[in-house]
């Protein structure tokens, strides 16, 4: 682990990396005092009521001016396309030190812990690709649909933008994401435990709409085969009602600007609540047929292998989950006190219905505030207040969506799906707080 990953890991929430190697220390040697130091840095939300300080303590940062009230500051269009601070240099994709890169092979996780709101920043939204990445040339980029359809049809990426478009928010969910812990693995931080789950505002074309156009025909042609450009010759199958619905959509658009390339430029697939996999990047191809087509990806892997040996297939819809974010794994709590605990929830299936939060690991339960938007199968942003008393505690979250579905516990999950599988694992997270306010990954059953 690099330094400012053990940084980012060790207090709250960002603007962690606001922290000084000194200040670190200061922690581990129990100093109070660094408390007031690391505060001073840190944004309205860390600052409990009861942290808050009189004026007549003398803070050098409100009796001095800083050199950025005394100096000409940068020019406008310093960078033409604008960065996060340097600041904020610890707050990056990652991966995971226990995962090979096998090839181009690989995942790089979002840093849950240091956001805020419900949308994932296009720079951190989770990677993952089974053959590496390309930047793709849009002018030599063509969408092609055929199968059960009057007129087999070439698009180019001119021809798909002067469609009728629309910009929905929708979370995506590698379904691996959690896989870790199906085998009781406790990864140390909420980025590796639940990174893989990113949420943007997506634009693009119903892919009913360029169907139609194709006059596709929807009586004998229930399923659509979704094929990618890249090396991995990722294809997947979806069932036609899910393209009827009009919620899969052909997407160029993300958060406001084009895709960016490791995440399908010009074009990818976007089926909402249906694990990531299915959201085919660098879409080239859509085929419609009367049946299933059992690809590499549906028949070898993307299975769940259940107790009695067999295997669940074609499970694509991510059911209702959610996870604390803040305080999470790895960071440390800085004193006894008010906390805001914070978190995300969602759903495959439609809207978060509720969410309810344990600090007793799962005895008594309170109900969180759910913040606004809550949007269909787009991540929710949950709240709630703790006044941390300096003892143990085990934090949890427990989310119910608008069908009823609550998240399951690990003792329900296993006993249901038992423990060799890797996939769809949306069970209760628990962290543990000790009283040297450290938080760590720990499992309830
Ligand atoms: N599409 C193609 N063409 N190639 C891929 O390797 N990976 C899939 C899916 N679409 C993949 C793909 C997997 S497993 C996931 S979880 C999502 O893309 C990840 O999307 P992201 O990298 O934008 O987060």
């Known amino acids: 682990m690099d330094k400012n990953e053990f940084r980012l890991g060790r207090v709250r929430p960002a603007p962690e990396n606001f922290l000084t190697d000194e200040d670190i220390q200061a922690v581990q040697a129990g100093r109070r005092d660094f408390l007031r130091k690391a505060l001073l840095g840190a944004s309205a939300a860390m600052l409990a009521p009861a942290a808050a300080r009189a004026a007549s303590d003398g803070d050098p940062a409100i009796l001095n001016l800083p050199p950025w009230s005394t100096s000409l500051g940068m020019p406008v269009a310093s960078h033409p396309y604008g960065l996060p601070s340097k600041y904020e240099r610890g707050l990056v994709r990652r991966e995971s030190p226990g995962l090979t890169r096998v090839g181009g092979s690989s995942v790089a996780f979002t840093p849950l812990q240091g956001l805020f709101g419900i949308i994932t920043p296009s720079g951190l939204h989770f990677e993952r690709h089974h053959q590496g990445w390309h930047d793709v ?63 943007s505002e997506f634009t693009g074309v119903p892919l009913k709409a360029i169907l139609d156009m194709c006059g596709a025909d929807y009586r004998k042609g229930r399923f659509i085969l979704a094929e990618g450009a890249d090396g991995s010759s990722m294809t997947r199958t979806i069932p036609m009602e899910l393209v009827e619905s009009g919620e899969v959509l052909v997407a160029y658009g993300m958060n406001g600007e084009m895709l960016r390339p490791e995440n399908g430029y010009p074009l990818r697939l976007v089926v909402p609540g249906v694990q990531g996999v299915s959201w085919v990047k660098w879409l080239r191809r859509i085929e419609v047929g009367d049946k299933p087509w059992a ?21 694509s819809v991510q059911e209702c989950k959610s996870v604390i974010t803040t305080p999470s794994g790895g960071q440390i709590l800085l004193d006894k006190g008010f906390y805001n605990i914070s978190g995300m929830a969602w759903s495959g299936r439609g809207k978060v219905s509720r969410v309810d939060v344990s600090t007793d690991g799962g005895i008594n339960w309170r109900p969180a505030r759910l913040e606004t938007p809550v949007l269909s199968k787009a991540v929710t942003r949950f709240n709630i207040d703790w006044v941390w008393d300096g003892k143990p505690a085990i934090l949890q979250s427990r989310a119910a969506d608008e069908t009823g579905f609550v998240q399951p516990g690990y003792g329900q999950l296993r006993a249901a799906r038992g423990t060799k599988s890797i996939y769809h694992n949306n069970a209760i997270q628990s962290w543990k707080v000790v009283e040297s306010g450290e938080v760590s990954n720990v499992q309830v059953l």
Request: charged share 20%; proline share 5%; net charge negative.
């Open 137 to 199: 040339d849009p002018s030599a980029h063509r969408l092609m649909i055929n199968g059960l359809v009057k007129t087999n049809s070439v698009f180019t990426m001119d021809d798909i933008m002067r469609l009728p478009s629309v910009s929905r928010v929708h979370f995506i969910e590698c379904g691996a994401n959690t896989g870790m812990e199906w085998g009781n693995v406790a990864v140390p931080t909420v980025q590796y435990s639940h990174g893989m789950l990113s949420c």
């Open 295 to 315: 690809t590499k990806d549906e028949a070898v892997h993307y299975m769940d292998l259940l107790p009695d040996g067999q295997h669940r297939q074609y499970t």
